[in-house]
């Protein structure tokens, strides 16, 4: 799978030798900017602030208006809920099935940049990153802020990824300038 700034979705047959995709999801009327998977289903976030579930065994397509560009989706474990960032600055925990917000998280920075975020130790927390340099770490339930980290420099942490492996450990990217790359790998650690 591939998001694009043309707007569209496309699913690849990796076996194949053809450069073409098997299927084209155009339904986004702006920028795709998060794209993730979940059995048979696709999960779309867009800067036309809506965010597209794709059944495509049953080749319908659910939408959910979120209002503001959508920056980041990630789905729960179970497949029930939705972890959602947009330009807002807030990040929303969704109920998949009607849409409704179970949680917000808000305190750190996203109104410029595309900022991701994910779950972490077995979806006890939300943790994204920020355009003021750090990395805020969310309980899930409470939505109240349980740890920031510092994160690159004062420059905008651009995505965090959350180790599955038990470590409490994440990997996160940022636009601190300091190597030739345009982005730093840094390694975290929660608090035990």
Not at 67 to 85: F, K, Q, Y
Not at 107 to 114: K, S
Not at 186 to 192: F, G, K, N, R, T
Request: glycine share 14%; proline share 2%.
């Amino acid at each position: 799978m591939s998001g694009s700034y043309d707007a569209t979705v496309r699913l690849w047959d990796l076996k194949s030798q053809s450069r073409k995709a098997v299927q084209v999801l155009e339904d986004a009327k702006d920028s795709v900017t998060s794209v993730c998977a979940k059995g048979c289903e696709v999960l779309v976030g867009s800067v036309d602030g809506r965010v597209r579930n794709y059944d495509v065994r049953m080749g319908r397509c659910f939408v959910d208006l979120i209002g503001w560009p959508v920056t980041s989706v990630a789905v729960t474990a179970d497949g029930n809920a939705l972890l959602v960032g947009a330009l807002d600055g807030g990040v929303r925990l969704m109920d998949k099935v009607n849409g409704g917000m179970l949680q917000c998280y808000r305190g750190h920075i996203n109104g410029d940049f595309r900022v991701r975020s994910c779950f972490g130790e077995g979806e006890k927390y939300v943790i994204t990153g920020s355009e003021d340099g750090w990395i805020w770490v969310y309980d899930l339930l409470e939505g109240k802020v349980v740890e920031k980290l510092k994160g690159h420099g004062g420059k905008v942490v651009t995505c965090v990824a959350y180790n599955p492996g038990g470590r409490k450990q994440m990997v996160s990217s940022g636009t601190d300038g300091k190597n030739l790359l345009p982005g730093k790998i840094h390694i975290c650690s929660l608090a035990d």
